[in-house]
């Protein structure tokens, strides 16, 4: 059963603290992306990865790193550099770098308090 | 700057009614469309691509157009049902070669 795996679902940190979201596919995909969703706002790329051991930052990098170790995994550190890090966070990959459909995670939701 | 406008914001209708979701971008030159259908809490499901070259792409009950000239697409969905109330999401793929997103439509089909 192919598809895109995030974990945990929910995520709970105290301020100041770095906290890594894991996302894992097994479609074989070249690229991955983060994006995080605010309430009723669309998605902001955070970081983009068009091959292993390659990454990008996209429009809201700051306060967050990743690593792409291996293709299946992408996983993203919200570091406390990280001014407002509540948010709803997504992985998404595709086969390609440019021009492929996308495809998601369900998501993992991340409270900072 | 490239923005992507997704107009209104939300939308409610009787079940059985054909619909259409606005999706309007500043840059004609757009390598391709992409529609999601996001409910509540979880993630983006994909719904039809569009290639520029592309005038309109149809799954099932759902078809979508892309217009370059007018900088519009939309997404027309037939004979709605309770099950397709979610958010849409419109998201083009500009020369920036990274997607952006609508803030999306939220649809409710009332049975």
């Known amino acids: 059963d192919g598809g895109i795996t995030q974990s945990p679902k929910y995520l709970f940190r105290k301020e100041g603290q770095n906290v890594t979201l894991s996302c894992e596919q097994n479609l074989n995909h070249d690229a991955m992306y983060w994006y995080r969703q605010d309430p009723g706002q669309g998605l902001r790329l955070i970081y983009y990865s068009q091959i292993v051991n390659d990454f990008q930052k996209g429009d809201i990098a700051e306060g967050y790193s990743v690593s792409r170790e291996k293709k299946e995994s992408f996983p993203l550190t919200v570091t406390s550099a990280q001014k407002n890090p509540t948010a709803f966070y997504l992985c998404a990959s595709s086969i390609g770098a440019v021009g492929y459909e996308q495809y998601f995670g369900p998501g993992t939701r991340l409270t900072v308090t | 700057k490239q923005e992507v406008t997704q107009i209104p914001a939300a939308l409610s209708v009787p079940e059985g009614e054909n619909l259409v979701l606005n999706c309007s971008f500043t840059?004609?030159?757009?390598?391709?469309l992409q529609w999601f259908r996001q409910d509540p809490g979880k993630g983006l499901t994909s719904l039809l691509l569009i290639q520029s070259s592309q005038r309109e792409q149809t799954s099932g009950r759902l078809n979508a157009s892309l217009d370059k000239s007018s900088g519009r697409s939309t997404l027309y969905i037939a004979a709605s049902q309770p099950g397709d109330s979610a958010t849409y999401l419109c998201?083009?793929?500009?020369?920036?070669?990274?997607?952006?997103f609508g803030s999306g439509t939220q649809l409710t089909v009332l049975p």
């Open positions: 840059d004609s030159a757009i390598y391709n």
């Open positions: 998201a083009a793929l500009f020369s920036a070669r990274q997607l952006t």
